[in-house]
């Protein structure tokens, strides 16, 4: 049975999940993030098939996560690093990782901490903020129809 793809749907999340939706995607971005930047060490820490793996950083490069940089003259050694655009994922794997460590770890049970280097004090659980700065509880959060919303959506919003 194939995944389904989202790929024509008219939804960001739908657009993200077309990039990042496979577990073994988002284990490679944590893994950018911890460091590793050769193809045999994430081959390592993953335990990951050489085909799937090559695969999926393909898919990334391909998809501006990842740039592929080769890093010896002669003969062919290269090393993966984020994007700019990959480095913006860092709220959200952050946030997946305070998710798990709170409803599926449990408080004692975290598998890592990040602290802020300048105080040694754990970073905060990612929040949604106001335009002030200010935490926004869900209850006050309106969903609406954004510019590029196509007709089904607009009648999901417009139908009483």
Request: charged share 25%.
């Amino acid at each position: 049975m194939s995944r389904k793809r989202f790929k024509d749907m008219n939804c960001s999340i739908a657009q993200a999940l077309e990039v990042l939706g496979d577990w073994w995607t988002l284990l490679i971005i944590r893994e950018c993030f911890l460091g590793t930047r050769r193809f045999s060490d994430f081959e390592k820490h993953l335990g990951i098939a050489k085909n799937i793996l090559s695969n999926r950083l393909q898919h990334l490069v391909e998809n501006n996560i990842l740039e592929k940089i080769e890093v010896q003259q002669r003969g062919s050694r290269y090393e993966y690093q984020l994007t700019a655009q990959g480095k913006d994922l860092y709220t959200t794997i952050s946030a997946i990782r305070q998710w798990s460590d709170k409803w599926i770890m449990g408080k004692g049970n975290e598998p890592l901490l990040v602290k802020d280097s300048r105080t040694g004090k754990p970073i905060p659980a990612v929040k949604v903020l106001d335009s002030e700065g200010k935490v926004i509880q869900q209850q006050h959060l309106e969903i609406v129809p954004g510019p590029a919303a196509d007709q089904e959506m607009l009648d999901r919003f417009n139908t009483p």
